[in-house]
Structure formats: C-alpha cells, structure tokens
C-alpha cells in the first residue's frame, strides 16, 4: 500500500515540474509527448457548393491534437490552420482560372484540444479536393479528398438569380465626380414599389444634369445574385425616390478611368484626360478601353452549359500584363451568341492584347475582392471590369501576380483608383501616390513604394516588400492594423502576416 501511495506522489511531483513543459492532462494522467499530431475528426464533406452560394461545408470540419497513441490532448490550445492541399483543376486547360480558395474562418484555436471550421467554402468546383490542417511544432495532416459540385439548379436554390433577360432599367448619380473627376459615380437599378415599368418611361426620365440614363445591358450569359447595396450589409438594396416618383436600388459605386487616353480621337467638346473620358462619357475609341473598379457586392457563375445543356461559348481578353477578363454582359441589341461574338471580332484593343475564344471546362465562379476600408461595419466588394469600344462588358477572373501591373498603375493621378488583386494570389506593386491596395483569397505580396498607402492584404498569408533597412522604419501594431512609418510613407495595413526589408523579415502578431 505504501508503495502504491509513494508512485502516485511520484507522479504528482512529476506533473508539477513539468506542467510548464507539456500540462498535465485530467484524471492524474501526464501529457509529456513531444510527438502531437493533428487528426481529422470530422472530414470534409462532397458535393458542397463553392462559395458564393451561401452554403458550408457541412457537417463542420474538426481537427485535435492527439499524442502518439492517439489520445486526445485536452490541454491543447494552439491555433490550426487549413489550406487546401490538392488542386483538382490545375491540370485543366487554362486550369490558373478554376484555381479553387478557401474562404471562411481558416485559423481557428483549439479548445480541450478540439478545432471546429463552422464557414468554411471553396470557390470553386472540382473532384478531389483535399484539406491540410497544420499548426506550430505539431505533425500536420492531410484530409480525405472530397468534391465540390456546382449546377444551375443549385445556384439558382442558393440565391443566385437567372439573368438571361435584360437585367433592368439603370440611371447614374454623377453629380460627385468634381472638378478633377474623380469622384464616384452611383448607379440604381429600378426596384422598389414603383420601379420604371417600361421603354416610354425610361425615356421620359429627366431629373436634372446629374443624373443619365445608363445604357441598357444584357448580362447573357451569367448567373448572378446581389447580395446588397455598396458599403451595406448583405440584404435588400438601399432605396432612392426621383423627382417623377418612381422607385430605385443602389446597386453599384464606380469609378472609371480610359487607358491609354488620346484626346484627339473623340469628337468635340473633347475630354481633357482619362478620368473625364471615363467617368462622363459612354463613347470607347477603338485600341482604348474603360477601366472601372466597382464596388458590388454580387457573386457571378459563369456557367459551362445554358439550361438546354448545351456547351456556352465564352469570350476573353489577355492584357499586356497577362490578367484575363471574360465577356459577362453586352448591348442590349447583341444577345446570340453570334452577336456577341461579331462584337467581340470587331473590338480593337490596346497593343499588347489578346483576344480567344473558348468553351469553360466547368462552371467557373467569380466574387469580387472584399475589404474593411469601405464602411465600418461592411466591407467594400470590388470588381475590376472594363468596356471595350464594340460596348462589351468584361470582368477580370485571373490576376497574373508574377510581374504585379495593371491598368490601375497607369492611371495618373492614381490615388483614387484602388489597386486591386482578383481572386488568385499574387505580387501588386503601388505607385509614387497615396495608394489604396485590396489583396485577394490567395497569398499575396504588396510593393507600396512610396506614399500614404492602405493596404488590405485580404485572406490568405499576406507579406509587404519595403526597399530599405527596418531601422528607418517605426512599427506598431493595435488592434491588428499595423503602421508603419518611415522617409517613403506611411502605410496602413491589415490582414498582414509578414514585412520584408532589405535586412531582415519581420513576423507580425495580430
């Protein structure tokens, strides 16, 4: 009996020395393995639609920390992390568009040794998707594969509404563009209790020189759902009454810019640069284009077949910087696709350009980049579309972050038009003005240069790049923004990991 007693205050003794290194777990039991593990103990689930439509993996992803006889570690609280592991669509042709993200709350803390993803989605379908849950100093694991499906049907159930038909009567607020225009300028669509009903009325519209009737569209060949107004949150659109009554929905906040701009080809009164061109007039000359970032908090599927199952033919432009866009609406005379396409023929675009035709492997999903400089309780969503001189509508789906340029880089002065990464990861290099710079679902790596800049590293694991050595810089960290100061700006940060200078890498806790 005395012996019995004297192991068991051995082993009390024991916890107590070591509870710093490793715990104690209950029952008088000691967790000394340095050997954890990570183990699925509920795997992703198939057949989840991709993000966009509203719906999680479900049941919850869970992960625990198990020693290495599998028991679970109750003492664990450490944070674990998933990402995707196997990519399904990479061997697709053109398979850097179907790249799939992981959207949700991706890090989440153990408790009692247990992690629960209750949000998580991917963006885009596939077959044979895996998950790796990983956190510091614990063996990772690898989830069992599972497949993300998508349909017309279930879009259409989770919200996404069919836009084959004319998607409505438009006018635009331009009363805030200002003397350098560069303003915003905010676009309704009929809605409400009184809408605009019909053609007659529509061009009978006149509430002053503020306001201009958009010219119609066609969003052919998308599904599409608008979650709510710009800077709002997700629900019914904000509402507007003009002068004759008649009822409107915020759906839009733009700005446009015309690269490469040449005042001489536009007829008299001519504008005097870009972003009057872009932001007052409808008329695109040919090898120039409208470059716009606009907030709109909609989600698109491009679908693969029409509601018959017939293959959709899609049209695309590669700019010089090998970002690809894709036809998502056109005039509201071209609705065929033999319209569309002689459009699309005769569309001239700037030098360095490519144009291609093609059928979509599969439904291909697109969501705008979300940030938290908008409104403070809402973030802004942002499309970087263009218009080309046939009036075809394009809407960016791939952002080649090797080389980090787009048209926004070119817009001078730049401040106003934000700096943008769609979808996949990549470098986004700034400018010499005060810049606003929104990163993607993927990991991306901001060069601000110089100016005030606010950069919003989005989802992901995130790094910015600065030229000089960290002891120029002053950096403090509060309530996960980050500020850093040094001779070349100020830079505003969130949702950064990492900073890179020219000496050293610098590891944030936020």
């Given amino acids: 009996m005395m012996q019995k007693i004297s192991i068991q205050l051995k082993s009390i003794l024991f916890c107590i020395i070591s509870a710093t290194l490793w715990g104690c777990s209950g029952g008088g039991s000691v967790n000394a393995d340095n050997n954890l593990q990570l183990v699925f103990t509920t795997q992703p689930s198939s057949n989840s639609t ?15 920390v198990v020693d290495s006889n599998g028991n679970l570690d109750k003492s664990a609280t450490v944070p674990i992390t998933l990402t995707i592991g196997n990519q399904p669509n990479a061997n697709l042709p ?3 568009i179907y790249t799939g993200y992981l959207n949700g709350t991706t890090t989440v803390t153990s408790a009692n040794g247990v992690a629960s993803f209750n949000n998580i989605s991917v963006s885009q379908p596939g077959v044979g998707y895996t998950l790796v849950a990983s956190a510091n100093g614990i063996s990772s694991v690898t989830s069992n594969p599972f497949n993300v499906t998508s349909s017309i049907a279930a879009a259409e159930s989770a919200g996404y509404k069919s ?6 009567y438009e006018v635009a607020y ?3 563009i200002g003397s350098n225009f560069q303003g915003f300028v905010y676009v309704y669509v009929d809605y409400g209790s009184n809408p605009i009903t019909n053609d007659e009325e529509f061009r009978a519209f006149n509430c002053g020189e503020s306001w201009v009737q958009n010219t119609p569209r066609n969003a052919v060949f998308d599904y599409a759902n608008t979650l709510g107004s710009p800077n709002a949150a997700s629900g019914p659109l904000l509402p507007y009454t003009d002068c004759q009554g008649h009822t409107w929905g915020l759906i839009v906040q733009n700005i446009s810019y015309i690269w490469p701009f040449e005042s001489s080809v536009y007829p008299a009164p001519q504008p005097v640069n870009g972003w009057q061109a872009g932001q007052t007039g409808v008329y695109v000359p040919p090898a120039q284009v409208k470059y716009s970032s606009i907030n709109k908090n909609q989600l698109i599927l491009f679908t693969k077949n029409d509601k018959d199952g017939k293959p959709i033919l899609r049209f695309f432009v590669t700019d010089q910087w090998g970002n690809v866009y894709i036809v998502k609406s056109s005039n509201s005379a071209d609705q065929t696709t033999e319209q569309i396409a002689a459009r699309f023929e005769s569309a001239v675009f700037p030098a360095g350009w490519n144009k291609s035709s093609a059928y979509l492997e599969q439904d291909l999903y697109s969501a705008p980049t979300y940030n938290n400089y908008g409104n403070e309780s809402y973030p802004s969503a ?18 080649n972050g090797n080389n980090g340029g787009s048209i926004a880089q070119q817009a001078i002065p730049t401040g106003v038009l934000p700096l943008v990464i769609t979808e996949a990861g990549g470098r986004i290099n700034g400018t010499l003005s005060n810049d606003q710079m929104y990163g993607s679902s993927g990991n991306d790596l901001f060069y ?63």
């Avoid at 836009?163 to 409505?168: H, I, L, N, Q």
């Avoid at 919003?456 to 309530?479: P, R």
């Fill in 174 to 176: 331009i009363g805030d």
């Fill in 94 to 96: 053109n398979g850097k």
């Fill in 382 to 399: 942002i499309f970087m579309d263009l218009r080309d001189n046939a009036d075809l509508g394009y809407s960016m789906i791939y952002w």
């Fill in 448 to 510: 601000p240069y110089a100016g005030d800049d606010v950069i919003d590293g989005g989802s992901g694991y995130n790094g910015v790049v600065f030229e000089l050595s960290s002891s120029l810089y002053a950096i403090n960290t509060v309530n996960g923004i980050t500020v850093v100061s040094g001779i070349d700006g100020v830079k505003t940060l969130t949702n950064i990991q990492y900073l890179v200078f020219s000496d050293k890498q610098v590891i944030l806790s936020q």
């Fill in 50 to 64: 991709p993000a966009g439509t509203n719906s999680f993996v479900a049941p919850a992803v869970q992960v625990k």
């Fill in 163 to 168: 836009t084959e038909a004319k998607s409505g």
